[in-house]
């Protein structure tokens, strides 16, 4: 006996919409689209329009409470923010959100939600409709305080008593390296130093930290009472932070004390300053000893300079002879030497008396490997100098020097000018000119960074294109230290003559 199977196909039964009689799928509510949509209305609490605080100085949007953050148009950050002012987006299922496209100048924003709910006994009914946003203009606090000029809560003054400014240039060019001057307010350029103008006191004083960290240098702080509420006891102070760098440059003559020089390794009193870094690196040309002055040492132990870069005097090359590691003066509980200077006897003539005389100075200096007869160094006559220091009176004349070599000059200044194919960037416009003062100073400073390589390690070096694109045949033979390509750096194709980062800091470039 055979049985037949026959496919028999299910069919749903449907109903009539219980609104408007329309035949429809069951479902919990019994009603089709249309009409669940009259009784129902899932988006209702979501505002359907909204404000949104622009500032037209640093183009920032306004994110409550006091929080300003950049954002561009039709942005995912801007697209949050957007969400973040709907309170009533938490109730309901966010499906898709996206911009709908308006006119930049129309100072309006519209966005496009697709959200989901659940509606009369387990239906869920989705929905689509339009957020508009109204853009309102509304200073910033920091480009509000850029504009009143005067107004700032906190200030570091720094300030270097010395006769050149080396030393405030390198570090110039490590706050630009480190961003250390992005909260300032504003930044003025003194006879002997910057200030710096901050809007909260935490923010000097982090600047004073970063200064203490990379220079030997000192502070002091005041304050001033500036108004007092003696209801709430609030008191508003005006603060101050008066740092001190060391009177110590690169390339001074330096005496120091008996005490300082013995606990240094038994290292001659008459040194040369070779570098300062986060300490004072000095160099004994007698005999290639090194050593290292901290800040602290600095202060507890003072010393001045003897001589500076105008009481140096011009002198030629007549001979060298290099001093073999066999011949030099050791003793017990002596310092370290230098690995990258070679102590050589050399024979010298004073470049406004060559011709004139056959007498010759003889010293021992620290530059035997980059000395040649015929060479330019710049040097102190002194066994002719008149130097008032107390320091220098205590020492034996017989066991000084006649001179004292500082430094080799490698060509003219105004053609190693005109070849430089790199610049620097300064916190002010007038950092180079009225500040200083001193054009002398910052072209010295240019070829310390070209004759150091690690002088320039912690330093910002970037290419100048005007001088790039001029031929360089004369650079074929030029002799001296250069700074090569691969430690320049691509500047910003922006407007080189005034740079003003958001928090009004100025930038100019060379």
Same mark, same amino acid.
């Given at each position: 006996?055979?049985?037949?199977?026959?496919?028999?196909?299910?069919?749903?039964?449907?109903?009539?919409?219980?609104?408007?009689?329309?035949?429809?799928?069951?479902?919990?509510?019994?009603?089709?689209?249309?009409?669940?949509?009259?009784?129902?209305?899932?988006?209702?609490?979501?505002?359907?329009?909204?404000?949104?605080?622009?500032?037209?100085?640093?183009?920032?949007?306004?994110?409550?409470?006091?929080?300003?953050?950049?954002?561009?148009?039709?942005?995912?950050?801007?697209?949050?923010?957007?969400?973040?002012?709907?309170?009533?987006?938490?109730?309901?299922?966010?499906?898709?959100?996206?911009?709908?496209?308006?006119?930049?100048?129309?100072?309006?924003?519209?966005?496009?939600?697709?959200?989901?709910?659940?509606?009369?006994?387990?239906?869920?009914?989705?929905?689509?409709?339009?957020?508009?946003?109204?853009?309102?203009?509304?200073?910033?606090?920091?480009?509000?305080?850029?504009?009143?000029?005067?107004?700032?809560?906190?200030?570091?003054?720094?300030?270097?008593?010395?006769?050149?400014?080396?030393?405030?240039?390198?570090?110039?060019?490590?706050?630009?390296?480190?961003?250390?001057?992005?909260?300032?307010?504003?930044?003025?350029?003194?006879?002997?130093?910057?200030?710096?103008?901050?809007?909260?006191?935490?923010?000097?004083?982090?600047?004073?930290?970063?200064?203490?960290?990379?220079?030997?240098?000192?502070?002091?702080?005041?304050?001033?009472?500036?108004?007092?509420?003696?209801?709430?006891?609030?008191?508003?102070?005006?603060?101050?932070?008066?740092?001190?760098?060391?009177?110590?440059?690169?390339?001074?003559?330096?005496?120091?004390?008996?005490?300082?020089?013995?606990?240094?390794?038994?290292?001659?009193?008459?040194?040369?300053?070779?570098?300062?870094?986060?300490?004072?690196?000095?160099?004994?040309?007698?005999?290639?000893?090194?050593?290292?002055?901290?800040?602290?040492?600095?202060?507890?132990?003072?010393?001045?300079?003897?001589?500076?870069?105008?009481?140096?005097?011009?002198? &030629? *090359?007549?001979?060298? %002879? #290099?001093?073999?590691?066999? +011949?030099?003066?050791?003793?017990?509980?002596?310092? @370290?030497?230098? =690995?990258?200077?070679?102590?050589?006897?050399?024979? &010298? *003539?004073?470049?406004? %008396? #060559?011709?004139?005389?056959? +007498?010759?100075?003889?010293?021992?200096?620290?530059? @035997?490997?980059? =000395?040649?007869?015929?060479?330019?160094?710049?040097?102190?006559?002194?066994?002719?100098?008149?130097?008032?220091?107390?320091?220098?009176?205590?020492?034996?004349?017989?066991?000084?020097?006649?001179?004292?070599?500082?430094?080799?000059?490698?060509?003219?200044?105004?053609?190693?000018?005109?070849?430089?194919?790199?610049?620097?960037?300064?916190?002010?416009?007038?950092?180079?000119?009225?500040?200083?003062?001193?054009?002398?100073?910052?072209?010295?400073?240019?070829?310390?960074?070209?004759?150091?390589?690690?002088?320039?390690?912690?330093?910002?070096?970037?290419?100048?294109?005007?001088?790039?694109?001029?031929?360089?045949?004369?650079?074929?033979?030029?002799?001296?230290?250069?700074?090569?390509?691969?430690?320049?750096?691509?500047?910003?194709?922006?407007?080189?003559?005034?740079?003003?980062?958001?928090?009004?800091?100025?930038?100019?470039?060379?």
């Amino acid at each position: 006996m055979e049985y037949v199977s026959f496919n028999v196909e299910k069919q749903q039964a449907r109903i009539l919409c219980c609104q408007c009689g329309t035949l429809i799928e069951p479902n919990p509510a019994n009603m089709c689209v249309a009409c669940l949509r009259t009784q129902v209305d899932i988006s209702e609490g979501i505002p359907k329009q909204g404000t949104l605080y622009f500032c037209k100085g640093c183009e920032r949007y306004l994110q409550p409470p006091d929080q300003w953050i950049p954002c561009a148009l039709e942005s995912r950050d801007l697209l949050t923010l957007c969400l973040k002012k709907l309170k009533g987006l938490s109730n309901v299922r966010l499906v898709d959100a996206g911009f709908v496209w308006t006119e930049p100048h129309s100072k309006r924003i519209k966005l496009k939600l697709t959200i989901q709910k659940e509606v009369l006994g387990g239906a869920i009914l989705q929905q689509v409709f339009v957020v508009e946003f109204t853009v309102n203009s509304q200073m910033c606090s920091n480009c509000h305080r850029i504009e009143a000029k005067d107004f700032w809560r906190s200030v570091v003054q720094i300030r270097q008593k010395a006769e050149h400014k080396k030393t405030l240039f390198y570090l110039e060019q490590l706050i630009l390296k480190h961003r250390a001057h992005v909260n300032t307010l504003n930044i003025k350029a003194e006879n002997d130093g910057l200030d710096f103008y901050f809007d909260a006191k935490d923010q000097a004083r982090k600047l004073v930290d970063f200064l203490l960290s990379v220079v030997p240098c000192k502070y002091i702080t005041s304050q001033q009472l500036v108004s007092h509420d003696i209801r709430s006891n609030i008191y508003n102070y005006k603060s101050t932070f008066s740092v001190e760098i060391i009177p110590i440059c690169k390339d001074d003559i330096v005496c120091l004390s008996a005490k300082l020089a013995r606990s240094l390794g038994s290292i001659s009193q008459i040194c040369i300053c070779a570098r300062v870094t986060s300490t004072i690196h000095v160099i004994d040309p007698n005999s290639g000893q090194i050593a290292d002055i901290t800040g602290s040492v600095f202060w507890r132990e003072p010393f001045r300079s003897v001589c500076g870069p105008k009481q140096l005097t011009e002198y &030629v *090359v007549m001979n060298v %002879e #290099l001093i073999k590691e066999k +011949d030099r003066h050791r003793f017990v509980g002596q310092g @370290g030497f230098s =690995l990258k200077h070679g102590l050589a006897d050399v024979w &010298v *003539v004073k470049s406004s %008396e #060559l011709g004139l005389t056959d +007498d010759q100075c003889h010293c021992r200096s620290h530059l @035997g490997y980059i =000395l040649k007869p015929g060479d330019t160094v710049m040097g102190f006559d002194l066994a002719n100098a008149n130097i008032n220091d107390a320091h220098f009176e205590k020492l034996k004349k017989e066991n000084l020097p006649d001179v004292i070599i500082v430094k080799k000059i490698y060509g003219d200044k105004a053609s190693r000018h005109r070849k430089r194919k790199w610049k620097l960037k300064h916190l002010t416009q007038d950092t180079e000119g009225a500040a200083f003062a001193m054009e002398r100073d910052y072209t010295d400073f240019l070829e310390d960074l070209e004759e150091d390589a690690t002088f320039r390690q912690n330093v910002a070096i970037y290419k100048d294109k005007d001088k790039m694109a001029v031929d360089q045949d004369d650079t074929d033979t030029e002799e001296g230290p250069q700074i090569t390509l691969q430690e320049m750096l691509e500047d910003l194709h922006i407007e080189d003559d005034d740079l003003t980062c958001p928090d009004g800091a100025a930038i100019a470039m060379e």
